[in-house]
């Protein structure tokens, strides 16, 4: 109708009434683009609130996750600080027998505590990242990528030191080393029952008196003291982190 009216007014060159027309049109096109820009406005909102919450969650679910490992980490320096001490002063009890043989074949395994990053990488690969309207939390969310990338690069590193202090105990003491898919099994397996208690053959005075062992022993407690310290890092990093998301939800 109004497209109409100003056709008309065009032919008629009632230059009043084009103008008058004319107005309408624009009007109406910015009152258009206002609702739109205004609904979008609000749906960019609801969705910024999901992933918010999305976000908090995997921090949540994390840190619990991380928690575990901490505990796992911290039972592995135990036991490994404990054997190291056992074999240093040269003498175990009797009664001692069966818990240094359950500690020294747990000697190996480790935790390396993670990030559930997954709403952060569906945000980044969908280029939608900008619909977190806090600047802070953005940059905050960018400089932890760059924590997490360092973190794990770290861990898959110590983790290479591990495995040649594995190769290098091996030797150093007597039992079964069987092989798996062609890969030998590490010198030290996780072992539940009373009979694996019995893999480790090599006599406890043997294991004192090699004091080449129990430097790589003591080697590998103080690469399980640094990735415990490292989880610990990390839930630092994530409860920051937690408090910049929570903030950002709030406001």
Do not use: C, G, P
């Given at each position: 109708?109004?497209?109409?009216?100003?056709?008309?007014?065009?032919?008629?060159?009632?230059?009043?009434?084009?103008?008058?027309?004319?107005s309408l049109i624009v009007v109406g096109l910015l009152v258009a683009l206002q609702i739109d820009n205004w609904n979008q406005g609000r749906k960019d909102r609801i969705d910024e609130g999901y992933y918010l919450n999305r976000i908090l969650g995997d921090i949540d679910e994390s840190i619990a996750e991380n928690q575990k490992d901490i505990e796992f980490m911290r039972n592995k320096v135990e036991s490994t600080l404990w054997v190291v001490d056992k074999l240093r002063f040269g003498r175990l009890?009797?009664?001692?027998?069966?818990?240094?043989?359950?500690?020294?074949?747990?000697?190996?395994?480790?935790k390396t505590g993670n990030f559930i990053d997954s709403t952060i990488q569906e945000l980044q690969s969908s280029g939608r990242m900008t619909i977190i309207q806090s600047r802070e939390l953005r940059e905050h969310l960018g400089r932890f990528e760059l924590f997490l990338e360092s973190h794990q690069r770290a861990q898959r590193n110590v983790a290479d030191f591990l495995k040649a202090l594995e190769l290098k105990i091996i030797p150093h003491v007597d039992r079964p080393v069987g092989n798996l898919d062609g890969v030998l099994e590490p010198p030290f397996q996780h072992l539940q029952s009373e009979e694996s208690l019995q893999i480790l053959s090599t006599p406890f005075d043997t294991l004192a008196a090699d004091q080449v062992l129990?430097?790589?022993?003591?080697?590998?407690?103080?690469?399980?003291?640094?990735?415990?310290?490292?989880?610990e890092l990390l839930q630092q990093e994530l409860a920051e982190l937690r408090r910049h998301t929570a903030m950002a939800l709030e406001g």
């Open positions: 109708m109004i497209l109409r009216r100003f056709a008309d007014a065009i032919r008629r060159q009632d230059w009043f009434m084009v103008l008058v027309e004319f009890k009797r009664s001692e027998e069966e818990t240094f043989k359950h500690k020294f074949l747990e000697i190996q395994n480790w129990i430097r790589h022993l003591d080697a590998y407690a103080n690469f399980y003291i640094w990735r415990y310290l490292n989880i």
